[in-house]
């Protein structure tokens, strides 16, 4: 079937693609969850993944993941709220698996940030925070749980202010909080949604009323409506509090702060929304809001598609190779985001590293553990193609014209590890899953340069270690040994002159990554800091890319 470029175009601009950051707890399942529910995705609470209550669940897929609780591996939820097709790029919450976050944040066009109104911005938040904004990802901020106590919205914008370093800008207001909490004022509309504590609808049916009206009257439920059941606090209470949030949005409207596409997408300026995922409370105007602001999915490459009358080719890249996915089949999928043009099914491309030409036979679309078949994708989608061997991590790959997108960067590791196969019958087997848990970026690995050439492992955190130990002899049948070393950092490094050689502080080591780019493990941030001061000559990365 063929399409116009117009067609090609409004798919385009029908499409958002983001990820989730959030630390652990502050609820981007629950928010997750939510999403899905209003797209119609899935039909009940509680079957995305298991929180503590539910184990089983659908992106649980492997067997290490329904041990533990814990989501290890991002996959691709997609659902379509009224004409627009929504593609949420799931990632673990946990710290240890971070680098599977990082990686999938490449592949998204914004990210939301989930802030627990009660915890305010928590570490987790932080590290992935500055993230996004080292990549460009602009930050759309979601401050959840407002049906709990804690501290003012005020006091939330200006830590997210100061922390980052990038201006607030809230498009809603709650009124109250915790046991205390009343609704949110819909700042551009001035239109107060009212809170109903005992509401269980699946959807946000909040009604409505003129905020101008519920402040003259003192009273959210002036107009009488029985259907709505605000929490039962005194006359005086709910005035006073009426009159707090009043004062607030006034300061807010005072300060002239508004959305500004440009500051935004610059990674200057947050969007804030306040609501309870949990409630549904804030929910649809967070939906709605979210599909306004989130940018369209654009490519580095996104010239070329003004500029000519021809249709687009398809090109996209690599940002995520999954082994074994499906313990039935044993493949291998790369995940590949749509950049240009549409996929169609039995499409031949060009990998632009190796110049191979290859057939995308069938492309899959996975959700959680369940795997369609897709004819056709669009700009923005994600598709997961069944490759022995043929794509790697960053891969860029194309129809016609070369394009070549930047790699998928390899981050900074804080945790090492020796690793070595105690039974050398089963060796072959040890280092071909090595290879591959390497290349899926599974895990990190080092070479060291002397005469030994010993594998040093490297992650982000130890349960990565975990996952590679399990998978060898779970998928390999290859035990491994591995044991901690004192390496607390990584950097890669370059100098242009051969002559000047490299300061290493005190038992550090010289390793070449997997991909055969220099770099030096250290053994503490004081280490580090020598190395940076005694090596003006050098120059030091912290993320580096992959080709
Ligand atoms: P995560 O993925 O970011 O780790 O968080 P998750 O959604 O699992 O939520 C963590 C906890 O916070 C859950 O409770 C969840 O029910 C609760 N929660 C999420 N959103 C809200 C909200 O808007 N308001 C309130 N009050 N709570 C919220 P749990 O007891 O740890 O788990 P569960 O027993 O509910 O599964």
């Known amino acids: 079937m063929t399409i116009t470029k117009k067609q090609l175009e409004n798919a385009r ?32 609470a509680g079957a995305v993944r298991g929180r503590k209550s539910q184990r089983t669940a659908r992106s649980d897929w492997m067997e290490l993941e329904k041990q533990r609780g814990i989501s290890i591996s991002s996959t691709v939820l997609t659902f379509t709220f009224e004409s627009t097709h929504i593609n949420l790029l799931d990632t673990p919450g946990h710290h240890d698996f971070s680098e599977d976050t990082y990686r999938t944040l490449m592949a998204a066009d914004c990210a939301v940030m989930v802030i627990d109104a009660a915890k305010g911005i928590e570490t987790q938040t932080e590290k992935l925070f500055r993230v996004c904004a080292a990549r ?148 649809e105007l967070f939906l709605r809001g979210f599909i306004d602001i989130c940018p369209p999915p654009t490519s580095p490459q996104t010239d070329e598609i003004g500029t000519s009358n021809d249709l687009p080719q398809f090109s996209g890249f690599v940002f995520k190779i999954q082994a074994n996915l499906d313990p039935m089949h044993r493949d291998r999928v790369a995940f590949i985001r749509v950049c240009t043009g549409r996929f169609e099914r039995d499409m031949d491309v060009t990998v632009a590293r190796s110049g191979n030409r290859i057939r995308l036979p069938r492309a899959l679309k996975v959700f959680g553990r369940e795997r369609f078949t897709m004819d056709e994708a669009f700009p923005g989608d994600i598709i997961g193609v069944v490759c022995p061997g043929e794509l790697r991590l960053g891969d860029t790959v194309f129809e016609r014209s070369p394009v070549l997108y930047p790699g998928v960067p390899q981050f900074p590791p804080e ?63 290859a035990p491994a ?4 070393l004192p390496y607390t950092h990584a950097r890669w490094y370059r100098c242009n002159d051969r002559n000047v050689s490299l300061a290493c502080p005190y038992g550090a080591k010289l390793v070449k990554d997997f991909f055969g780019s220099p770099a030096i493990l250290v053994q503490s941030e004081w280490d580090l800091k020598q190395l940076l001061r005694n090596n003006p000559g050098f120059s030091f990365d912290a993320i580096h890319e992959t080709r």
């Open 13 to 44: 601009l029908h499409r958002r693609t983001f990820a989730i950051i959030s630390h652990p707890d502050a609820g981007k399942t629950t928010l997750t969850e939510k999403l899905l529910l209003f797209g119609g995705s899935i039909e009940v």
């Open 136 to 283: 460009g990802i602009p930050v759309i901020t979601f401050v959840n749980k407002i049906d709990r106590p804690g501290p003012s919205s005020l006091e939330i914008l200006s830590q997210i202010e100061k922390e980052f370093s990038i201006e607030a800008v809230p498009v809603n207001w709650p009124v109250g909080n915790g046991p205390d909490f009343l609704g949110i004022v819909d700042i551009a509309t001035d239109q107060m949604h009212l809170y109903d504590a005992e509401s269980s609808d699946s959807r946000d049916t909040s009604r409505q009323r003129g905020w101008a009206e519920v402040l003259e009257s003192n009273d959210p439920l002036s107009i009488d409506d029985s259907s709505v059941n605000l929490p039962s606090i005194g006359q005086h209470l709910q005035a006073d509090i009426l009159l707090h949030a009043a004062e607030e949005i006034e300061l807010v409207k005072h300060a002239g702060l508004s959305y500004q596409r440009d500051k935004f997408l610059r990674g200057d300026q947050t969007v804030v929304f306040f609501g309870s995922a949990l409630t549904n409370f804030g929910m």
């Open 415 to 477: 945790v090492f590890a020796s690793i070595r196969c105690p039974e050398t019958s089963r060796r072959k087997q040890f280092d071909r899953g090595l290879d591959q848990l390497v290349e899926e970026g599974a895990v990190q690995l080092f070479w060291g340069t002397g005469r030994q050439r010993d594998a040093v492992l490297a992650a982000v955190g130890e349960l990565q270690f975990d996952v590679v130990r399990f998978r060898l002899e779970s998928e390999y049948k």
């Open 481 to 484: 040994e591995l044991q901690k």
